[in-house]
């Protein structure tokens, strides 16, 4: 069945079934966090998932806009970066590209485009940690070496709930040991006031397959059944969501 013509279990509205042209922002990849001018912070995320959703949720019908980390993966020559200088607003493309590099730039992003957004898939592997202060050039060896010192980033999640546009759903990503993958879940649910949460065992972070389960702020618990490659999980993904 192709991904356009998935059923969403949780929607009896066809407009919001298949889209209708409503605004959905994903994020995805990682964030890096400058340490100097020439090195970062940063982690192993390859942002393959959000780029599957964001591609499965504009195949259902929605106005993507994809927000990405610094990624090797390349992304889909259909997600197009917006002309510099131009309004947002006369910029309105079905697939529009946007880039990010550090947890301060994503939060920037994420203030201008929440309001807009009737649809967030929060799949960035946001920092937790960054360098308190950002050395000039290129910092020196030396043989006593160095501490760092690490400021906690705000959860951007939580942090920009009061950018979000009334009644918009908002689903964001939880990687945990899988023993406390459930109880974190849930937490995060709460704590980040979202509409669902995809649940991963860590080993999820840069593998090919998905064993991810959403849970649902209803109550709800949803699985597909068995482990899918990435894609096959996006377009089963996109179906609940949307
Ligand atoms: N997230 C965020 N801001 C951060 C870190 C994470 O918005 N500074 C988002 C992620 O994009 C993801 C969700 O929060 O959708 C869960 O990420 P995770 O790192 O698992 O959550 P934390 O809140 O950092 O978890 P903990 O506090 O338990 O480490």
Same mark, same amino acid.
């Given at each position: 069945?192709?991904?356009?013509?998935?059923?969403?279990?949780?929607?009896?509205?066809?407009?919001?079934?298949?889209?209708?042209?409503?605004?959905?922002?994903?994020?995805?990849?990682?964030?890096?966090?400058?340490?100097?001018?020439?090195?970062?912070?940063?982690?192993?995320?390859?942002?393959?998932?959000?780029?599957?959703?964001?591609?499965?949720?504009?195949?259902?019908?929605?106005?993507?806009?994809?927000?990405?980390?610094?990624?090797?993966?390349?992304?889909?020559?259909?997600?197009?970066?917006?002309?510099?200088g131009q309004e947002i607003d006369r910029d309105d493309p079905q697939a529009r590209l946007l880039r990010f590099r550090t947890s301060h730039e994503l939060e920037g992003l994420l203030r201008r485009e929440l309001p807009q957004s009737d649809l967030v898939v929060m799949a960035?592997? *946001?920092? &937790?940690?960054?360098?308190?202060? /950002?050395?000039?050039? @290129?910092?020196?060896?030396?043989?006593? +070496?160095?501490? !760092? $010192?690490?400021?906690? *980033?705000? &959860?951007?999640?939580?942090?920009? /709930?009061?950018?979000? @546009?009334?009644?918009?759903?908002?689903? +964001?990503?939880? !990687? $945990?040991?899988?023993?406390?993958?459930?109880?974190?879940?849930?937490?995060?649910?709460?704590? @980040?006031?979202?509409?669902?949460?995809?649940?991963?065992? !860590? $080993?999820?972070?840069?593998?090919?397959?998905?064993?991810?389960?959403?849970?649902?702020?209803?109550?709800?618990?949803?699985?597909?059944?068995?482990?899918?490659?990435?894609?096959?999980?996006?377009?089963?993904?996109?179906?609940?969501?949307?």
């Amino acid at each position: 069945m192709p991904a356009s013509d998935a059923v969403s279990p949780l929607s009896d509205d066809p407009g919001s079934r298949r889209g209708a042209h409503r605004r959905a922002l994903v994020t995805a990849g990682p964030t890096e966090e400058p340490i100097d001018e020439v090195r970062f912070l940063g982690n192993r995320s390859s942002g393959r998932m959000g780029l599957a959703i964001a591609d499965a949720l504009l195949a259902c019908g929605w106005r993507v806009t994809l927000a990405v980390g610094p990624i090797r993966t390349e992304v889909p020559t259909h997600f197009r970066e917006p002309i510099p200088g131009q309004e947002i607003d006369r910029d309105d493309p079905q697939a529009r590209l946007l880039r990010f590099r550090t947890s301060h730039e994503l939060e920037g992003l994420l203030r201008r485009e929440l309001p807009q957004s009737d649809l967030v898939v929060m799949a960035a592997a *946001v920092a &937790d940690f960054r360098p308190r202060s /950002v050395g000039e050039g @290129k910092l020196r060896r030396s043989a006593q +070496g160095m501490t !760092l $010192e690490l400021e906690g *980033v705000p &959860d951007l999640l939580a942090s920009t /709930v009061p950018s979000r @546009k009334p009644g918009a759903r908002v689903f +964001g990503f939880a !990687l $945990e040991p899988a023993e406390r993958l459930e109880a974190s879940a849930r937490d995060k649910l709460v704590r @980040k006031d979202l509409a669902g949460i995809v649940a991963n065992p !860590l $080993e999820t972070m840069d593998a090919a397959d998905v064993d991810g389960t959403v849970f649902l702020r209803d109550g709800r618990v949803l699985a597909p059944g068995s482990r899918l490659p990435k894609d096959a999980f996006a377009r089963w993904l996109a179906g609940v969501i949307a």
